[in-house]
């Protein structure tokens, strides 16, 4: 097992060479399908292994274990040197005090403090098993997809820019590898390492472009981000300093067990620290901006760093340790801004329609569901983050891949151009739906899990929970609904515009049909899952097992998939072939013989025009992004007060 995960980690590093320096199309191309197929193969069969064997949690070393320490080492200062040239060059430097300052602290402890016991650096359980996978298979998918788009976006839609798509497809493994080093580490030194490099990455893939717009956005996207970094410095400075120890799992477990008390807010002082990083890695207000403006990268980019897996690296800190969270000042802190987020964001996400902004803003909104869930720290609660974590990096997966296809396609990601969309598009339609289906649509997971977390909130002995944590998700579960039916609304309307040529490149579709397939898999093993990997996980997390889901709710979900996909595809097949009559539409006026056109009352010729409604009045970014960072600003800061000062 530890040659697997030394692979796993590795070889993605490694690779990332070939696509840098073969600039040949077609040869280039072969290799990015061949590394991402060895990862998703490598991935899978890691995890399958691990399962096999009992599913026993496994901690371990790479081998070489003192010249890993030493790349780490390197690696940081590296980062450091590379966050100053960068800083200096766009006059930016006061951002690079940030990477300084974190880095020189966790460089400095290692040399010059206590000697501390040597203890195994990585760890792999049932938590991690769902990471690896969400990083092998739905990460590789993205970087299959890339290979095409990045094909169409330099060669038809953006002749302009330089073709740096070397430099693009090389920067998607190093993710990976970082991503799979993270998941791994249970020493905070190394898991520091890999963090820092998933900021570096996405700074670097949001700048791609370098115009002003993607520059001045990289580095929001940085600070944020480094202001993380700080915080795992700090839960590092802390845990030598205080505790003697750099493992996360002796760091959690101290909290658990002697930071209840009023007067023990020390043990908190790390998870604190931990949560507070958590939270702008995940994108939570006041730290939403630098997601938004990541927007501005290309679509492979949204997808795989900034939706599907980057931005879960922030709530898989926070599931690991939402144990040491329960019923305390941090997880107050963490459930609060989590909840607050959901609703905030759903709520602003009504008042755009920019395809992938509204994407943006229900990634948000979504990530704030699971951070609220954690913040908890109840069985059935993390069950339900796990659950949103898997469905969520599929789906949206999915969604940010087809929103990018129609915008090469059709030349806009306006929600509002999309109108008649499965008429005109029926394959990309067909994808597109089945995503935004998977968001909020029973039986999909998204809306279960989210079914799951209100009845553990309703619960729970804690009344301040209780009350906070309903309210947040089902206003923000209105919301949610209310933007995701009008986009639906205007992918099945009619259309006056014929069909046209579909630009979308057949490995586009390759990623995309395997996203909405494992979309469906999921529903129909979701007991299963349950069963047997959310219940382990729990046991191995509390040690205790609850029954989140029961017999009747797995019989309803069958019922539910009987009529989402059965019905329907046996009303094709008996329909099929017959001869169908148009009924023209009413339009409040007289018809002209088509359902585009028709006469007023008042004898003057109308043209149909459908919009939807966004309330940018009532919930539009000038009225509620401001207030929004300030609110979730006030509660980090007061919560933070609390913890830091109890502690000293």
């Known amino acids: ?42 991935s899978v069969f890691t995890a399958v292994q691990w399962y096999l064997a009992g599913g026993q949690t496994l901690d371990f070393d790479l081998p070489y274990r003192e010249a890993f320490d030493g790349v780490i080492l390197f690696g940081d200062l590296f980062l450091m040197c590379l966050i100053t040239y960068l800083s200096f060059k766009y006059k930016k430097g006061v951002i690079s005090l940030l990477a300084i300052v974190q880095t020189l602290l966790v460089a400095g402890l ?43 976006y330099h060669i038809h839609h953006h002749k302009e820019l330089t073709d740096r798509r070397s430099f693009f497809l090389a920067m998607i493994f190093v993710f990976f590898g970082a991503m799979f080093g ?11 390492f890999f963090w820092e490099i998933t900021s570096v990455t996405s700074f670097l893939l949001i700048g791609y472009t370098r115009s002003d717009e993607a520059i001045n956005n990289s580095f929001k996207a940085l600070w944020m981000n480094l202001l993380g970094g700080c915080g795992i410095a700090a839960a590092i400075a802390v845990g030598i300093l205080a505790f003697n120890t750099v493992n996360l799992y002796d760091i959690i477990n101290l909290a658990i067990e002697h930071g209840t008390g009023a007067h023990t807010l020390i043990f908190l002082l790390p998870i604190a620290c931990l949560a507070f990083a958590a939270l702008t890695k995940s994108a939570q207000f006041p730290f939403s901006g630098w997601l938004l403006g990541a927007m501005v990268a290309p679509t492979p980019s949204s997808a795989l760093l900034h939706s599907a897996t980057m931005v879960k690296a922030g709530v898989y800190l926070l599931i690991r340790i939402s144990a040491a969270m329960a019923d305390n000042y941090v997880g107050n802190m963490v459930a609060l801004i989590g909840g607050f987020t959901f609703l905030a964001a759903s709520c602003l996400a009504i008042s755009v329609s920019d395809g992938k902004k509204v994407l943006a803003y229900s990634t948000i909104s979504n990530l704030g569901l699971i951070v609220a869930c954690t913040g908890c720290g109840y069985e059935e609660t993390i069950w339900a983050a796990v659950f949103l974590v898997i469905f969520h990096a599929v789906s949206k997966s999915m969604l ?8 090469n396609t059709t030349g806009s990601r306006d929600v509002e151009d999309m109108q008649g969309l499965m008429a005109i598009f029926p394959k990309l339609a067909v994808i597109l739906m089945i995503g935004i289906a998977g968001m909020f649509l029973a039986p999909f997971g998204m809306l279960i899990s989210k079914w799951a977390a209100l009845k553990a909130f ?5 009344v301040y929970v209780s009350s906070l944590m309903v309210l947040f998700i089902c206003f923000g579960s209105a919301t949610t609904m209310f933007y995701w039916t009008k986009w639906l609304s205007k992918i099945l309307g009619a259309s006056p515009k014929e069909k046209s040529r579909d630009l979308t490149k057949k490995n586009e579709y390759i990623s995309m049909f ?29 040690g205790t097992v609850k029954q989140v889901i029961s017999y009747q709710n797995i019989i309803i979900m069958i019922v539910l998939l009987v009529g989402v996909f059965v019905i329907p595809c046996i009303n094709y097949l008996m329909t099929k072939g017959t001869k169908a009559k148009q009924v023209i539409t009413y339009m409040g006026g007289a018809n002209v013989g088509d359902n585009f056109n028709f006469v007023s009352a008042t004898g003057d010729p109308k043209e149909m025009h459908i919009a939807n409604f966004y309330m940018e009045d009532i919930m539009g970014e000038k009225k509620l992004f401001t207030p929004a960072i300030m609110i979730s600003t006030f509660i980090i800061i007061v919560y933070m007060i609390i913890v830091v000062g109890g502690a000293f």
């Open 458 to 462: 309703i619960d729970t002995s804690s």
């Open 514 to 542: 395997f996203h909405a397939f494992m979309m469906v898999a999921l529903i129909l093993g979701f007991p299963w899952l349950s069963e047997n990997v959310l219940k382990p996980l729990s046991e191995d997390m509390f």
């Open 1 to 42: 097992m530890e040659m697997l995960v030394t692979a796993l980690i590795c070889l993605p590093f490694l690779w990332a060479i070939l696509p840098a320096v073969i600039h040949n199309s077609k040869c280039r191309a072969f290799f990015v399908y061949l590394g991402c197929g060895i990862v998703i193969v490598l």
């Open 400 to 407: 940010f891949q087809c929103v990018g296809a129609i915008e």
């Open 110 to 152: 290692e040399f010059f403090g206590p000697e501390l016991e040597e203890l195994p650096a990585l760890r792999f359980d049932w938590l991690t098993l769902v990471m690896i996978l969400i990083i092998g298979v739905v990460g590789s998918l993205i970087g299959i997809y890339a290979v095409g788009y990045m094909h169409g």
């Open 182 to 192: 993270l998941v791994f580490s249970q020493s905070l030194i190394w898991m520091y």
